[in-house]
């Protein structure tokens, strides 16, 4: 299981992007729905730490905007960049991986073909090379999830410029989310 901080795009923003995932990596866009991931497991030393830091500064941060760009291909994947207009996704990364946790070097980005769940990345980028996607998004919450093989599941819901957490299981439908 693989637990992550990650913001949900939701509305007009991701109807063209869970369009093409289903296109190239349907087996992952079956089971997680378009996200940017905020904080990756492999940067996660303490888990109960990371929530700490969650839970005292996600009360304290007003919502802010991302804004998609360009597509993109790394390491196997094929990604949508995702720009911070705010800075508050870098801002927010600074504070909840400070030291003992290790951030890794990745762009804001929402997967169109992971390199885990599709072999047509190379395919899939040859398609969407030089493509820009549009849509600008506000985030409201961040969400604490688990993803497994074929599953997914939101363990909290930190709303953004408040103090409420909300456990995961109100707001997801079959391991989607309710918009």
């Known amino acids: 299981m693989r637990r992550h901080l990650s913001i949900a795009l939701r509305g007009p923003a991701a109807e063209p992007l869970e369009r093409l995932r289903q296109v190239w990596d349907p087996r992952m866009a079956d089971v997680v729905p378009a996200h940017v991931t905020l904080v990756y497991p492999e940067e996660t030393l303490d888990e109960s730490l990371l929530l700490e830091r969650a839970e ?23 990604f949508v960049r995702v720009l911070d207009v705010d800075g508050a996704w870098a801002g927010l990364r600074r504070l909840l991986l400070a030291p003992p946790m290790v951030p890794v070097d990745f762009p804001p980005h929402v997967t169109i073909a992971h390199p885990r769940t599709s072999a047509q990345g190379a395919r899939c980028h040859a398609a969407l090379a030089g493509r820009e996607l549009a849509g600008e998004f506000r985030v409201k919450e961040i969400q604490f999830t688990e993803t497994g093989a074929g599953s997914f599941s939101v363990l909290r819901q930190f709303c953004l410029g408040s103090a409420r957490t909300v456990s995961g299981g109100a707001d997801r439908l079959q391991g989607r989310f309710l918009q």
């Open 56 to 78: 005292s500064r996600f009360g304290e941060q007003p919502p802010f905007r991302l804004s998609l760009g360009g597509v993109f291909a790394m390491d196997g994947g094929v």
